[in-house]
């Protein structure tokens, strides 16, 4: 079993949709969770970070984690055309910052 | 702020040439960079983990011979790979983590170089 699974997708949604991506992890000791955007032929950028179970807002992103279904989302609200990229979560135990990546959701928003 | 840069964007060589890549932390200071590779449309595979002033640490099936890799100071780390091959071609980034002294500091990646070897 891998330590992050993410339905690699893609997703296509009309502009002004919710967009809600999600990811599951089997090691209960991971503590720090992130997602990240990639747009084609770029580095990641950092979108979310979080450590604990529960809902952080940032503008149009939410992030949601659930440490006891070990189950964290991103949902994008009111999309537009430039949120069309990868979404990566990924997540970490601390200390030594190593982080397992999940496969990627390809995002593509429609105008 | 978080900013980190890598040099070159893109690179074409000849097989069996070396090519070095730059990834520098602009505005802070990184106890720990980390290069990964990846291929079209899969996600980010890590290759090694360096710490400044130490050797670094290689994944599993990651040549450390072939790619080496030095992190000299707090705000540069270089990845370079020998003798390349067609093989190598691919997309590297790098990524830095802030030395906050904080468990669980995220990493801050860089634009990427792309490698293609002919």
């Known amino acids: 079993q891998k330590e992050v699974e993410q339905d690699p997708g893609p997703l296509s949604v009309p502009e002004g949709a919710i967009v809600s991506l999600n990811c599951t992890y089997s090691?209960?000791?991971?503590?720090?969770f992130m997602w990240y955007r990639q747009y084609s032929r770029k580095g990641p950028e950092l979108l979310m970070y979080?450590?604990?179970?529960g809902n952080k807002e940032d503008g149009r992103f939410t992030a949601q984690v659930d440490k006891s279904s070990k189950y964290i989302s991103l949902f994008i609200r009111d999309s537009q055309p430039s949120d069309s990229a990868t979404y990566l979560c990924a997540l970490a135990l601390g200390g030594n910052n190593r982080l397992a990546f999940g496969k990627g959701n390809q995002v593509v928003v429609i105008p | 702020g978080a900013v980190v840069s890598q040099h070159p964007s893109w690179v074409i060589c000849k097989s069996g040439t070396s090519v070095k890549i730059e990834c520098r932390s602009l505005d802070f200071q990184a106890t720990t960079m980390f290069w990964y590779r990846q291929f079209p449309k899969q996600s980010l595979m890590l290759m090694a983990t360096?710490?400044?002033?130490?050797?670094?640490?290689?994944e599993q099936g990651v040549e450390k011979d072939k790619f080496l890799i030095n992190h000299a100071s707090l705000t540069l780390s270089t990845l370079t790979v020998t003798s390349a091959h067609p093989e190598d071609s691919s997309f590297y980034i790098c990524?830095?983590?802030?030395?906050?002294?904080?468990?669980?500091?995220?990493?801050?990646f860089g634009p990427g170089t792309r490698l293609l070897v002919l």
């Open positions: 090691n209960s000791a991971f503590q720090y």
């Open positions: 360096s710490n400044e002033g130490s050797k670094a640490t290689y």
């Open positions: 990524s830095a983590s802030r030395t906050s002294g904080r468990s669980g500091e995220t990493q801050y």
């Open positions: 979080t450590y604990s179970s």
